[in-house]
């Protein structure tokens, strides 16, 4: 049993490997496919270990790994909030994402290695820069589902849901952002607003399709009791 585990880990770290190379050929052209790579890769090295905690090839590559997929987790970060950055003025809506996902690759930089000493400030700057883009965009989706709800309450509900999601966000931050509090129990009032009125339409258009099919039904009868062409066709 233990020659068959030990060849077991040498096959998962031998998977890995091939992940981790792929990972890092790809880092420059793609880093968002180069870090899901790079995170299989820690999971087949993990296994390797599980299986054989001596593997000393499973426990260097995977060290390796892990600092490769810190070090390019933090330079994607910083790639994002500086487009972000340059995008505040002109489209508060992209810089918003662009700051969201920096915030969650410094994350996740910390949470491979927490001695890491670069991304708690860098965290710390964009929380307090994304309030007031989350807080735009918030009122930029609240505008247009008051432009879509007279044309379609879904696409208006589709705005809301994203205004609702925006000032969650702002509170997550910052707990005693009073505004973001009062604009999300607004948005959450037009939104069951809005349910109930597609409900309602969604039962009226029941009803009628039901007096439709009952309709065509009673013609049919008529029809039916007709004896002759002559009566069928008057």
Known sequence: EERVLEKLSTLLTREAKQLHEQAKRESTYDPNYAIST???ALDK???ALQLNEKNETAQTSREQARQELENLLMKQGDKLAKE???RKENNPAEAAEKMMNALNNYENALALNP???EA???INAIEKEL???LMALGEKEQQRAAQEEPKSLDNAIAHLEKAATSYDMVQQIDEQNKLAQERSEQVRNDLARMRE???QLAQQKAQ???KQNQYTRDFNTLLGWAKNDDKQKE
């Open 115 to 117: 001695d890491n000493t």
């Open 45 to 47: 090295y993990d296994e």
């Open 38 to 40: 790079y995170e299989q």
């Open 120 to 122: 708690p400030p860098k």
């Open 131 to 133: 309030p007031p883009l």
């Open 208 to 210: 009628q399709e039901q």
């Open 197 to 199: 009125k597609l409900d």
């Open 84 to 86: 972000g950055r340059e």
